[in-house]
């Protein structure tokens, strides 16, 4: 790579990396805003609060490199094309290959990080969140909630106790998980008691009985002397299984039959498979589209703002396109071949574009021959 090829990635690369940071860090703010009810409502620590705002970031950083790329290119030849140095490069004889070498290899370094932040953090990083949540609503039950009040941990789930004694002991216990309308159950004890045990949280209810609606008169009640709910799991209930977000790559390639089995389940499964293999592709189409637009010298009176303009509008509707096609595969399987087609045809239209004079100087001679 020849100095001024190093140039070129240099400030390409420090302009991706700076929007990158500024973009990220806006979205960050905005996603740690609303799960600050984590410290207000649910007396959590500011350091379990950062942690879990902190697992968000490689989803944002993954959806927001490809536009940061995006952006850094543009911005870089928007800069060369304003100093002249696009000029004076295309005089000098540096053809596009040349000059689209250090945006490509930027395009692949970029694309390699969001790949694999695609197939193995971000599956990681969204199961730790859902167990970190199950942990903070179990730990919410044992130790903050507030005596005489309805806490609703989520909609269709609510807890309350009359009063916690000096050794932790909770009186008057009501909790209803009301999420699944088919399956409505209430708990009403004399007495109750968080207790940990491995790991797990847990409540030992005392006196109490146990209803659940079995028509629309009747009621099926058992009555308990003891009754132990293990509290992590009671809150997963509706949602035992792993939803296919939380799924490693390697899961998703091979699902259990039973998930096959349910159409719903099975499309989604299918869909997040293929957002995770085919969304590092638009790293690719980003620094492509940004280089077609404004890799040659142009002067302010050729339209460099109108290039601009163009190249935004076309990535946004590449990417727009992109989870369009994603939706659709959740009900469709058929319109995978859309997820792979919208990346690969901004690739390759981009392409074409930037080597049009040397497509058009090799299709001449055979269009003369035909003529």
């Not at 250090?102 to 990083?125: D, H, K, N, R, T």
């Not at 002991?169 to 409505?184: I, K, N, S």
């Not at 992109?322 to 690739?347: E, H, K, N």
């Amino acid at each position: 790579m020849i100095r001024i090829e190093r140039y070129l990635l240099r400030t390409a690369t420090t302009a991706c990396v700076s929007g990158l940071v500024v973009l990220t860090g806006v979205v960050w703010v905005t996603q740690a805003l609303r799960q600050i009810d984590l410290i207000t409502s649910k007396g959590q620590t500011i350091l379990l609060f950062l942690w879990i705002t902190a697992l968000t970031l490689p989803s944002l950083v993954a959806f927001i490199a490809p536009v940061a790329l995006f952006a850094g290119v543009l911005y870089t030849l928007n800069k060369l094309n304003g100093d002249s140095e696009l000029v004076v490069m295309a005089a000098s004889g540096m053809s596009p290959a040349r000059l689209l070498r250090p945006m490509a290899l930027l395009s692949a370094g970029v694309f390699a990080v969001v790949a694999f932040l695609y197939i193995e953090v971000q599956p990681w990083s969204f199961g730790a969140i859902e167990n970190l949540t199950a942990f903070i609503r179990a730990d919410f039950i044992a130790n903050f909630a507030r005596p005489g009040a309805f806490s609703q941990l989520e909609s269709g789930f609510v807890f309350h106790f009359r009063e916690r004694t000096p050794e932790g002991d909770l009186h008057g216990v009501f909790m209803q998980d009301q999420r699944d309308p088919t399956r409505v159950t209430t708990y009403i004890a004399e007495a109750g008691k968080t207790v940990d045990r491995d790991g797990a949280s847990y409540l030992q209810l005392s006196k109490g009985v146990l209803l659940r609606p079995q028509s629309a008169s009747d009621s099926a009640m058992v009555t308990f002397d003891d009754y132990t709910i293990d509290l992590s799991q009671f809150v997963h209930a509706v949602s035992a299984m792993k939803r296919p977000r939380e799924r490693t790559t390697a899961q998703l390639l091979a699902p259990d039959a039973k998930d096959q089995a349910d159409p719903a389940l099975s499309g989604h499964i299918r869909s997040e498979l293929l957002d995770r293999l085919a969304s590092p592709l638009y790293a690719l189409a980003g620094g492509l589209i940004a280089f077609a637009a404004l890799g040659e010298a142009r002067t302010t009176r050729q339209g460099r703002g109108l290039a601009i303009g163009g190249a935004v509008l076309a990535f946004a509707v590449v990417r727009m396109l992109g989870i369009a096609a994603t939706t659709l595969a959740v009900g469709a399987s058929s319109a995978a071949v859309f997820v792979w087609a919208v990346p690969v045809a901004a690739c390759l239209g981009a392409l074409a574009l930037i080597f049009r004079r040397a497509i058009l100087a090799l299709v001449r001679p055979f269009a003369r021959i035909a003529a």
